[in-house]
């Protein structure tokens, strides 16, 4: 036994001697750049590629058998133009392996490359000769690979690669990508053995407005055979400036695994940083999974929390999600509780959201269902209604992101009303939105602007706020609304229904019905939201209380009654005076059991006798009074409205005592009256004061002013000069009665 071992060991020391000169004697005689013009003409006959070597080619034979050469390059295919170039680079293969025809790659070392791969219009690439792809059939099919024999092990002493440069570019679509100063370095890399990496590249892309450097450091272990690939301590660094983000900072840290060929990712302690900003807004998101297991069949996440914050157009916007347990099986998942809180800080007020649900969904199909859905609404600011606002609405929402729908059933608190609500939306890109609601109650004015000049008031120095419609003009919206009770610019109705279409900035709400004022109406309003909005409105109101109606919708306050009015308007402009100055169309009266408010003519009538003792009494002026008024028992108009400007010709008013006829104008853009009635009084004023000289007279009243300051004018001159033709009417027709006697007593005489 112990000859055997002796003599085995003489037999391998023989060996190694014998190789070990012969490896002497070849690296002594042997002199590869004397095969220079060789390889290079092989090279252009082989590939149609010039190949340069201007730098020395050395060979090292122990303890490694590796090449190094200096300033390669090569070019395109028949081209001159040059497709990759290289300062420097060695490779070194273990030299007993060898032996045994399994090849080690002992080390890489590469300096200065630079390469360009070029996809042409064709659909060929720079490259396709160099991986052995059939260029004579056209069908670019690749050759069959030579029998490697063995598989190459990688137990790599160190991977070093410096100032590398990559470029892409793409000729059909113009993209373009290039990596930049990549810089890798590895410790021993080999199967089943941690291997420190450290990687630094930056990315460019022209198109996505991408430029970006990466740092990576990572302790690797992989398995290729498995496929499977390890990192530990993995620590993730990205600045630069992506699509419209600049400043942008993203750090990952974590334990991850890769296994290729089961197409699984794992990954534990896993955190995700993000910074940067976006036109006027500053950003920071985070994303934390204790543990995280994805693959084609299996998805699960532990304590997954998001944290997001956004500091700009909108305010300061903090956002954080959690999900205790995300679980899939195959393309089906589900979420116990998904959990969003929301809080938004503006200058003038704060919002706070928060949604939570249990999640179901499929990936392959694409749906998400919210079944048992919670949203939250608290806000709080200077003009908000009571300086605060609070809403909590549940219900359940199903998506279907192939389709694009969306379909929601919701009740509860929104803003200051109760609500439940039907909603469908087909589309995302252009959304169509179709629903159906009821609410008990809603103040739209809480809502809508302030008018910096209040109807009938003195005007401001503030400009007034325009009406912005503008979201009007994108919206498409089929649906019907029902409200219990309504307020919309100081209008109060109830039982309000209505049924809305909105297609490209026109909206209909036809049929448009409430109770309102102790009686009902019915009718359209159409809004047209161009760049000039325009609103068109008709509706017929019946047993209306005018005098609540006119105080709310105008702040005109002199007409009371109970009967019909039909309005037929069209209108347009940017603000609310334009709106009322733009008008345009037809009104029309007819109250009953009512009255004129500001003065009473019958009153003024029947203290007249004052005024005709005078004989020469002129007009007289007189301020509205709020304790008097002219009582009617049917009052009927119509009106022609032009610019604003309601005009009256047609006026009838008749009581027991009065009759009011008239002709003039409300001028409702500027909230004046500029009219003039005449007023006839009965022929006995009894049951007022007794019988009056003044009975039968018609009295000019000119009513003029604004609405919150109407001067009433009676023309007393006209009533002097009346009463006066009056009686000289009376002496005649008693001057004719003695003449017509005494004729008649003639008479007799004669035929007597």
């Known amino acids: 036994m112990n000859k055997i071992v002796k003599y085995g060991l003489l037999g391998v020391g023989v060996l190694i001697v014998v190789m070990v000169a012969g490896v002497t004697y070849l690296s002594l005689t042997f002199n590869p750049n004397d095969y220079k013009a060789k390889i290079i003409q092989a090279v252009k006959d082989s590939k149609q590629r010039n190949l340069h070597l201007d730098g020395d080619i050395k060979l090292s034979f122990f303890p490694n058998i590796g090449i190094s050469f200096s300033k390669v390059s090569l070019s395109e295919h028949d081209s001159d133009k040059q497709f990759a170039a290289v300062e420097t680079a060695r490779v070194s293969f273990a ?132 496929q499977n690939y ?20 993203v750090k990952a840290s974590g334990d991850a695994s890769v296994n290729l060929a089961e197409q699984q990712y794992r990954a534990k302690n896993f955190a995700l940083d993000a910074t940067g900003v976006k036109g006027k807004d500053n950003f920071a998101a985070q994303f934390v999974v204790p543990v995280l297991i994805f693959s084609k069949e299996k998805f699960s996440a532990d304590k997954l929390t998001m944290n997001a914050k956004l500091d700009g157009t909108f305010g300061k916007v903090v956002a954080s999600s959690s999900l205790p347990n995300v679980e899939s099986n195959g393309q089906a998942f589900k979420i ?19 949604l939570t649900s249990p999640v179901s969904g499929n990936l392959k199909t694409r749906q998400l269902n919210l079944s048992n859905l919670a949203i939250a609404l608290s806000a709080t600011g200077d003009k908000l209604p009571n300086k605060s606002v609070s809403s909590e609405m549940k219900g359940n929402v199903q998506i279907d992101a192939i389709k694009q729908s969306v379909q929601a059933n919701l009740a509860g608190g929104l803003l200051q009303s109760q609500v439940r609500a039907k909603l469908g939306v087909n589309g995302f890109d252009n959304p169509a939105i179709h629903f159906d609601m009821d609410m008990d109650q809603f103040d739209a004015d809480l809502y809508l602007p302030k008018n910096a000049a209040p109807v009938a008031t003195a005007p401001s120095n503030q400009p007034e706020q325009p009406i912005d419609l503008s979201a009007l003009r994108k919206l ?28 490209n900035g026109i909206v209909n709400l036809n049929p448009l019905s409430a109770n309102l004022y102790h009686g009902n109406t019915s009718g359209s309003l159409s809004i047209n939201a161009q760049a000039i909005p325009s609103i068109a409105i008709n509706q017929n109101l019946q047993g209306i ?37 733009a ?44 304790n ?31 009759r009011l ?76 009665a003695k003449i017509q006697d005494q004729l008649k007593d003639k008479l007799k005489g004669l035929f007597k």
Not at 591 to 602: C, D, E, M, T
């Open 336 to 354: 116990d509780t998904l959990s969003l809180d929301v809080d938004v800080t503006q200058p003038e007020q704060t919002f706070k959201v928060k």
């Open 661 to 736: 006829s008239g002709a003039g104008d409300i001028n409702i853009g500027t909230s004046n009256v500029n009219y003039v009635a005449k007023a006839t009084l009965a022929a006995t004023l009894e049951g007022q004061g007794g019988k009056d000289s003044v009975a039968g007279i018609t009295v000019p009243v000119r009513i003029s002013g604004p609405f919150t300051d109407l001067k009433y004018n009676l023309d007393f001159g006209a009533l002097v000069s009346s009463a006066a033709k009056q009686k000289i009417d009376v002496k005649k027709e008693e001057i004719k």
């Open 583 to 626: 008008l345009n169309g037809n009104l029309s009266l007819n109250l009953a059991n009512g009255a004129v408010k500001g003065i009473n003519i019958a009153k003024k009538l029947r203290d007249a006798r004052a005024v005709l003792g005078k004989g020469n009494a002129e007009s007289q002026t007189q301020a509205a009074d709020k």
């Open 230 to 249: 390890q990192f530990d301590g993995l620590n993730l660094q990205v600045d630069g400036s992506a699509l419209d983000f600049s400043n942008l900072k």
């Open 628 to 658: 008097e008024k002219t009582d009617f028992s049917e009052l009927k108009a119509t009106f022609k409205v032009n610019n604003g400007v309601a005009h009256n010709d047609d006026l009838s008013l008749k009581s027991p005592l009065l």
């Open 545 to 581: 209380n005018v005098a609540e109606l006119t105080k709310d919708a105008a702040n005109f306050d002199m007409l009371e009654g109970k009967g019909n009015v039909a309005v037929n308007l069209t209108t347009q402009g940017n603000t609310v005076s334009a709106f009322k100055k």
């Open 95 to 226: 030299l007993l392996p060898l032996l045994s025809k399994n090849i080690v790659v002992n080390e890489v070392d590469v300096n200065g490359l630079q390469a360009t791969l070029t996809k042409y219009k064709n659909g060929t690439s720079s490259i396709d000769d160099l991986l052995g792809n059939d260029e004579k059939s056209g069908k670019g099919e690749k050759k069959p690979a030579a029998s490697a024999g063995q598989k190459m092990q990688f137990d790599i002493a160190a991977v070093h690669i410096q100032k590398t440069n990559l470029n892409y570019q793409d000729e059909s679509s113009g993209t373009k990508y290039a990596v930049k100063n990549l810089n890798l370095s590895t410790g021993r890399v080999a199967n089943g053995v941690p291997s420190k990496i450290d990687l630094t590249l930056t990315t460019q892309a022209s198109q996505l407005k991408l430029d970006v450097t990466t740092h990576l450091s990572s302790t690797l272990t992989f398995d290729l055979d498995k």
């Open 476 to 503: 498409n919206l089929d649906g019907s609304l029902r409200v219990g009770v309504l307020k919309v610019a100081n209008v109060k109705s109830s039982k309000v229904r209505l049924d809305v279409k909105a297609h």
